[in-house]
């Protein structure tokens, strides 16, 4: 069964979007995942099609009603039964790249996009659903949230990439960031390619890769680094 995407969304003409192209898209076309949106707005129910209101308490902006968006995820659930409930906040846990091939592995997400001040906390309760971010900063709307993670996701499922070893070596698969890469010219604007590169020592080369990464995870992501070396050392010695 290939993976499947069930999006909830305000604006359902934004998908495929950028899912389209490249290894997404050729993915799409293949039928390694499938990718439905569906229109919140399509549940409400008076005539003017709302799906928001002002909040209690006061306060700028409207937030969604959760009877229009519990509706909505009901639909979803009918269609995917078996698959995760995700909601986008800024509040959510930190999208990983754990988290990102535990999705990959699974039979798909059931990806809700939020809008305006956010959904009523009551759609969320209800559903327990899992909420995630996609970092520490506020978008306009869920929807590019949605689509970093199935752009995450779909380039892990099998035969989407080229090789299979791009999917170990890269950055956060080992909880390190990626070494630096180089191609032709061997020299360009007065920088050379490291030497050890152009060697042919394939064991000098893996050395040297793990070296860059260490230190560049050191240098640039102090938090990454404390954790790789908590796990490091409380692993299993022979």
Known sequence: ????????????????????????????ARGDWSLDAIDIRGFATDKHRSVDDTPFGGGPGMVMRADVVDAAVQTALARGPDLPLIVFTPRGGLLTQRRVRALAEGPGAILLCGRYEGIDERAIAHRRMEELSIGDYVLSGGEPAAMVLLDACVRLLPGVMGAAESGVEESFASGLLEYPHYTRPAVWQGMAVPEVLAGGNHAAIAAWRRAEAERITRDR??????????????????
């Open 1 to 28: 069964m290939s993976f499947r995407a069930l999006v909830l969304t305000l604006f359902p003409e934004m998908f495929p979007g950028p899912l389209g192209h490249s290894l997404a898209g050729r993915a799409l």
């Open 221 to 238: 992501r102090p938090d990454l680094w404390t954790a790789y070396r908590a796990l490091a050392e409380a692993a299993p010695t022979a």
